[in-house]
């Protein structure tokens, strides 16, 4: 645990239920970092924050050293505050950088590897997170300029003991179930109402984030600030939810037919939004199969100009067989009246 006197708050960077974000500048090193503050006036006393807050150092310290996993450099307490240090992403929250720019489906691919390359090292690590959404994914830039994506916010996250065998995950990590309902409606897994799930719905979180990006659809909610409304990322049919559409009408979600997009990737996001988590696939399932996906793959002229030769070939085919038909018709009539 460090002592924190040597960071000078620059700015507020964002704000949570249970603390505030700010950028600091270390004096020391002379980098800047994050600084996650979380405040004694958001619980019941100083004992439940300082467990609260060493239950997300202690997921934070078992996932480090992954390149899509927000870094944590080091903690401390000041007064009635608890400070988590951590890398800062100057790139902001995924939902903001995705709704602040033109639809890429290059981009949002390259993103689903690295979010699928995450999920897969968490669950690995015993971590479950239970809260994956847009504003828990952060944004930094490598020394090309590429973005890379950061998860972040591991409020929620259930730490195992055991470290499971990333070679045989599914055998261990399938056997931990969890009991505490949590997560965001537009992004939690159905199962989590029933207080009863399994790391799986971390895979359901993912094809919710996922299928967000590719539809880009938005919704507007309020910010603590009165009357300053933000877009939100989500997946949402009318007035419902992607949770609510799995919940209320006991149906799996299935992406729309017009996304111009292989259609082996379209199945793959369709497994991941399953009501019944067994049949999602595993994030290292998951990893693999997206490690297999190419730029080719979500350029959307290939995938339009293909499915349109499809339809111009089926519409040959059809006519050819109606043609067929007619021609039998014509000689059963000939036979019928050759026979009278």
Not at 71 to 89: A, D, P, R
Not at 101 to 123: A, I
Not at 150 to 163: C, E, N
């Amino acid at each position: 645990m460090g002592t924190g006197t040597s960071y000078a708050i620059q700015n507020k960077l964002g704000e949570g239920m249970c603390g505030e974000v700010y950028k600091a500048w270390d004096k020391n090193s002379r980098t800047s970092w994050a600084i996650k503050t979380l405040k004694r006036s958001n619980f019941n006393s100083l004992k439940e924050l300082k467990n609260e807050a060493m239950k997300e150092i202690d997921a934070l310290l078992k996932v480090k050293h992954h390149e899509n996993v927000v870094n944590l450099k080091e903690y401390f307490q000041k007064g009635k505050h608890f400070c988590l240090v951590m890398e800062l992403c100057r790139g902001g929250t995924l939902n903001d950088f995705i709704l602040q720019r033109p639809k890429d489906m290059v981009n949002n691919l390259n993103f689903m590897k690295q979010l699928s390359s995450g999920v897969s090292f968490l669950h690995g690590q015993g971590v479950v997170h239970r809260d994956l959404k847009p504003d828990n994914i952060l944004i930094e830039f490598n020394h090309l300029g590429d973005a890379v994506v950061k998860i972040s916010d591991f409020g929620l996250a259930k730490v195992f003991i055991q470290t499971f065998n990333p070679s045989a995950q599914e055998k261990c990590i399938s056997r931990k179930y969890m009991k505490t309902c949590c997560g965001t409606p537009f992004f939690q897994a159905p199962e989590t109402q029933n207080f009863h799930y399994t790391h799986k719905a971390d895979v359901f979180s993912l094809g919710a984030i996922f299928a967000s990006m590719m539809l880009k659809q938005r919704v507007q909610i309020n910010t603590s600030q009165v009357g300053v409304k933000r877009d939100l990322l989500v997946v949402c049919m009318g007035n419902l939810t992607i949770a609510d559409y799995e919940i209320f009408f006991n149906m799996d979600y299935v992406l729309p037919s017009d996304l111009w997009i292989n259609p082996h990737l379209v199945l793959l996001l369709n497994s991941l939004l399953r009501k019944d988590y067994h049949e999602r696939p595993g994030a290292e399932q998951l990893r693999c199969a997206m490690e297999r996906m190419t730029n080719k793959d979500v350029e959307t002229d290939i995938w339009r100009e293909l499915a349109r030769r499809n339809e111009e070939l089926e519409e040959k085919t059809i006519k050819k067989e109606r043609k067929r038909e007619k021609k039998l018709q014509r000689l059963n009539k000939c036979k019928k009246c050759t026979i009278l």
